[in-house]
């Protein structure tokens, strides 16, 4: 039962979980004979990413392949990160063929089953890699209970899109963006309105994209509010700090009225229309909406309490290496991860998605220097690395994700108060972990 209830959070959870100054170079394959096809290790990948991220993931696969003659990896799409996680879990338990390497959402959870080799088994090798030099919240993003589990590949951040023509049609400054959270219900209060005079808004100033767990959890840590407690025994999301924070979001929907309540869905499309004049979401949109838009599209870092420092949750995928009793099978799929998350294989995907790069000292790599000249926007989210965070990875996470979500839209329509709806996000929670225990 216990496992069962395992399983059902993390995939339910997981699917929304939707972050070296060096040229980069197309590695060069090994001159000599060709391998036998007894000399080569074969080894399957399964990844979440699809369109032009996917094509990226692919591009990096084949670039690996061309330059290691003596192993070749077969990658598969296998559907979102809620998708990959369940067809993992379910092999796990049916005792089914796994890959040899994955990349999920959610990783480190996995680490209980036995089923993936700590990550740190091979950083820290003889081929392993100088972990400081990537940030150190997106190692935390990749651990639970103390260990080090998965290893950082596509990660992204929250940021806060907004529509420079409708800012210049309010009388706000285009190159000021709002930075506090009350800066964001002045401006919203000038971009919500009425254009055609019916009486209803058809402009509005704020919104959030769907996954509003990750942006209200990121004001409640702004506020000094903790996620979960150090034992991970119980959430703690209910206290007089978080309850401060999801007030104000209360308010920005029925007080200040510059959010509409529970059309987070919309939100994205009612951006990208020009009908909306700020949208809080994830970095990893910005190629696609930079493209789409009609009107001319501005970044900026996610707002914070006034005279406090931002906090940007950590999003996005990690790889993992599964068990085998074949050292060199697991030599193979490190040498594998060890290319793709490298910073020739970070700057390849970080300037072919809205991914950023995990590395401390990426915004001086040459070939990155040229990329943002031209594309902008970009910049925003990697210097807002300096403010990293990760959320505790525990094993109600998905369970978490979805109690406040809830949380969320019940003070939106008025259901419930904020410490009414904390408090009853936290019961269920805290009821999962014991369950769990």
């Known amino acids: 039962m216990k496992r069962n209830l395992l399983l059902i959070g993390l995939v339910l959870g997981l699917a929304l979980l939707s972050a070296c100054g060096r040229e980069q170079s197309e590695p060069t394959p090994t001159a000599g004979a060709e391998p036998t096809e007894e000399q080569v290790i074969t080894l399957e990948f399964w990844y979440a990413l699809s369109g032009k991220t996917g094509e990226a993931v692919e591009a990096l696969v084949e670039q ?132 055609d005079g019916n009486g209803e808004v058809d402009q509005w100033g704020f919104n959030t994209h769907r996954d509003t767990h990750w942006y209200i959890s990121a004001m409640f840590l702004e506020n000094g509010a903790q996620i979960v407690n150090e034992e991970q025994t119980e959430v703690l999301y209910n206290s007089p700090e978080a309850v401060e924070m999801l007030q104000l979001w209360g308010d920005m929907v029925n007080k200040y009225q510059i959010m509409p309540p529970a059309q987070h869905k919309e939100a994205k499309g009612d951006f990208l229309a020009g009908k909306l004049g700020m949208l809080l979401r994830s970095c990893a949109g910005i190629p696609s909406a930079a493209e789409e838009v009609t009107f001319d599209l501005g970044v900026a870092p996610i707002p914070a309490i006034a005279g406090r420092d931002p906090v940007e949750p950590v999003g996005g995928g990690s790889l993992v290496i599964f068990r085998s009793d074949d050292q060199a099978i697991l030599d193979a799929a490190w040498e594998f991860v060890k290319f793709m998350t490298s910073p020739d294989g970070s700057l390849h995907l970080s300037t072919h998605s809205g991914y950023v790069p995990i590395y401390k000292d990426a915004l001086e790599w040459p070939d990155l220097q040229v990329y943002l000249e031209e594309h902008p926007l970009q910049r925003v989210p990697i210097e807002a690395l300096q403010y990293s965070y990760a959320i505790p990875v525990f094993p109600a996470l998905g369970t978490s994700d979805g109690a406040l979500r809830q949380a969320v839209e019940k003070v939106e329509l008025g259901a419930a108060t904020p410490q009414e709806a904390l408090d009853e996000a936290k019961a269920v929670v805290d009821k999962n972990i014991a369950e769990q225990q």
């Open 64 to 195: 690996f392949n061309a330059s290691h003659p003596n192993i070749h990896v077969n990658a598969t799409y296998q559907g979102s990160y809620g998708e990959i996680m369940g067809k993992v879990w379910n092999a796990i338990y049916a005792e089914q063929t796994l890959p040899q390497v994955a990349h999920l959402g959610g990783a480190p959870l996995l680490g209980k089953t036995g089923a993936i080799v700590p990550i740190t088994d091979f950083t820290e090798g003889a081929n392993g890699i100088d972990r400081s030099q990537i940030y150190d919240a997106f190692w935390e993003y990749n651990s639970a209970g103390g260990q080090i589990w998965s290893m950082p590949f596509n990660n992204s951040v929250p940021v806060l899109y907004y529509n420079r023509d409708l800012f210049a049609a309010a009388g706000l400054d285009p190159d000021r963006p709002p930075t506090t959270w009350d800066e964001v219900i002045e401006y919203g209060q000038a971009l919500t309105q009425d254009t």
